[in-house]
């Protein structure tokens, strides 16, 4: 059993190394296959999405595009997730210039939080509020709060959408 979970291991590693060196081939062989083997707790396309979304995120969209319907719109969000963990800007930047449908959409934000949670709340709050997502904004505002009740406070307050407004200040008070 150990063997088998060494040679996972190491299937894996050597998957990521081919997605990092020419991610197009190791997409293409995933479209040919039709189970994908888990590593890492990851599948390979999920392995390969973070890599290739993260370094070049244009061309793994224009792949994800090529694939079927209803496999498309998830692989889309795997890439900003992976966008978005490097650079959350960035992520939002490259949303609203090729999936701006994806903008404000649920997981682009909270991939934003998660990666911004519990480093920078004062800029997953600010982010959070720019892609109005109001649940994930509360959140942020709270662990701002918890860091700084003051600033997140008065920022809150000057929010100027009132109903972004209120969860962000009801996250401050919470």
Same mark, same amino acid.
């Given at each position: 059993d150990a063997l088998a979970d060494e040679g996972g291991i190491l299937k894996a590693m050597a998957f990521m190394r081919w997605a990092e060196l020419n991610p197009q081939a190791a997409a293409d062989y995933l479209k040919t296959k039709s189970k994908l083997d888990r590593g890492f $707790? *990851?599948?390979?396309?999920?392995?390969?999405?973070?890599v290739w979304g993260a370094s070049e995120p244009s061309?793994?969209?224009?792949?994800?595009?090529? *694939?079927?319907?209803?496999k498309r719109a $998830?692989?889309?969000?795997?890439?900003?997730r992976a966008v978005a963990q490097r650079d959350p800007n960035a992520a939002i930047?490259?949303?609203k210039a090729n999936t701006p449908e994806l903008v404000t959409d649920g997981p682009l934000a909270d991939a934003i939080d998660s990666t911004l949670r519990r480093r920078d709340p004062e800029r997953n709050a600010k982010l959070q509020?720019? *892609? $109005?997502n109001g649940g994930n904004l509360r959140r942020a505002a709270s662990q701002w709060?918890? @860091?700084?009740?003051?600033?997140?406070?008065?920022w809150a307050e000057g929010i100027a959408d009132e @109903?972004?407004?209120?969860?962000?200040?009801? $996250?401050?008070w919470q």
């Open positions: $707790g *990851l599948s390979e396309s999920e392995m390969m999405i973070a061309a793994a969209l224009a792949w994800a595009r090529s *694939l079927p319907e209803e $998830g692989v889309i969000q795997d890439i900003l930047a490259f949303a509020m720019e *892609l $109005g709060a918890e @860091k700084n009740r003051d600033a997140a406070t008065r @109903k972004l407004r209120a969860e962000a200040i009801a $996250g401050v």
